[in-house]
């Protein structure tokens, strides 16, 4: 099966059935959420990225690119690792670990960049922007750059910049130019903005290349064709190693493009429980978390329309996570939908918890998960062991902890 | 809700509530009254993605003490009790779908506005705005950009009243040296889709890009400059946008009653 050609989808394009009070939808919706909200400028710019992936998409020769360049660059497929110690210790499910975390860039967002990178290059756009939070997207970003010869320029969030140092400069080493960008929060929203407003002047000559299954048309649809490749390996990787399919898979969400990646090969699988993970931060209140589902409502932003975290007045609400990745106030539209329709469910996990979890992978299995990634094993470690022995877990570790070593410093003291 | 434009016609944008929702007013009066024949009452918004340094600044203190669209509306309608200037409202789509489409519409024709803008709402999203702004007699004004194709330009066309505002240029508001060539033919192969008045707007604040604009459409908008000139006249605010609008469309001599 082909992660981008089939088009295998609970949410098909169009179902309006469901809307309430909104626009006439535009292809992209899933249920009612998603569609393309943005200036008039950029509306030829997505209906051209549109066709050109509709038409990329069955071709051949850009298929076999693409999992040639997932195989022989990125270095798919990726394991799937029983993790028996942390089992042991849980006590309940047993647990698999999808190791996204061992891809080349350190995170699963190469799947993507690798995709569209050869779109940009079919439509013949040679300068390629993108935005980044904790830098795994800008790295992976300004990787494909460098492997394809293009221009590459990426907004980081100053706050993300002093966080995210080391990989500030491994976007610099691979030759991308880091813009540091200082309106708002300084983060990740803050960072996407300033690269809309890019793309808005510079339409015809760059491609923005978004790193979640985020913003307008065809954006949300897309990205998650990319990266589709992760659940339907270890779909094939769990049947092969117990001949059944998982109880549950558990991912975390910031936009969502790692648990959509995983989710879909078993949204049919109704058995299947699908679990994303938002990050809870310091608490409840609004600005202290970027829980969409805990608090967030239907809105407007960046292009889509989705849960997002807001006052009263549809003014966007500051986020905290101590992972970066996860720090954004909206969530994916189809996550937006698959929530409403009861097909998965979404928890939080604080920023202890994640950091305690970081430190139990790394001790109990020799990994050091992203702290993004250590949300979904924070969850994995309060469920597994509620769990029967029978039943089997997949953990989605989407990226490694490397680039988190200097907050892991700050917040655990040995 | 025909909204009349003078030769050469002048299209005014102010973020409200910059530096509050009362100096607001004041300087669209005095707009008015230097000429500007539709104010834009901007409402602030915490992303503003298609806006420059300038316009993003000028919301950011705009929310920064609570300014919101019912306080928009607020002075909408203050403004309307001494002038029949147009009055648009300007926003992003977020503030609006929070206070209600229905319920904004109702609220708009209240305070007796003549249309409204919503700079991140295309044509293809806008099924149920258009149909509540046809039930209150509203104008809905969309953009036209120089990357719209034909087909683009024909929607846009069709579903606006009042007028077509078109981008002079790819890119975010803010004022620029030299006006982009796109507009010229942007505006041409507009009218072959509408009889409605075309504004041009994005990067006018110059006499000259005034004079310009207007040998070519129907009126030049102009937000930007107008902004920071709030921003740099503290205390003094309505009267420094008068003075600057007046020397913009080189009435300055002559006039002391615009439109």
New interface residues.
Partial sequence: MDPISDAQTLAPDGDQSKRP????A?PGRFGSYG???????????L?ELEASYAKARKDKSFRDEYHRLLADFAGRPTPLFLAERLTQQLGGAKIYLKREDLLHTGAHKINNCIGQALLARRMGKHRIIAETGAGQHGVATATVCALFGMECVVYMGTEDMRRQELNVFRMRLLGAEVRGVE??SRTL?DAI?EA??DW?????TTHYLLGSVLGAHPYPTMVRDFHRVIGQEARKQILKAEGRLPSAIIACVGGGSNAIGIFHAFLKDREVKLIGVEAGGRGHVLGEHAARFDGG???????TYSY?L?D?????ANTHSVSAGLDYPAIGPEHAWLHDQGRAEYVSASDQEALDACQTLARMEGIIPALESAHAVAEVMKRAPRMEKSDVVIVNISGRGDKDIGILRENLKF | MAIKFHKPGLVAYITCGDPDLGISRDVALAAIQAGADVIELGVP??????D?PVI?RASERA?KHGT??PGVLDIAKQIRAQTKAGLIIFS????????G??KFCAAAKEARVDGALV????V???????KAMKVHKLAPV????????DE?LRD?ARHSRGFVYA?SR???TGTRQELAGDARSLVERLRAFTKLPIAVGFGVSTPQQFSEVNTFADAAVVGSAIVQTVEQNPGREAEAVGQFLLKLTGTAQTATAGG
Avoid: C, H, W
């Fill in positions: 009070k909104r626009p006439r535009v569609g393309r909200y943005v200036p008039e400028t950029l509306m030829a710019a209906q309106s708002g929203k903005n809309m407003r808005v002047t510079n339409v015809r409502g239907a809105g407007v932003l960046q292009g997002v807001q009263e007045a549809g003014q966007i | 918004f915490s992303d503003p993605v298609a420059g993003q929310l919101n669209l992003y789509l977020n503030p609006i779908l929070q206070f489409l229905e700079t991140d709402l295309p293809e999203e806008a099924g149920e705005y258009l969309f953009l036209a950009a120089p990357t719209s194709t683009r846009v981008i790819t890119g975010i």
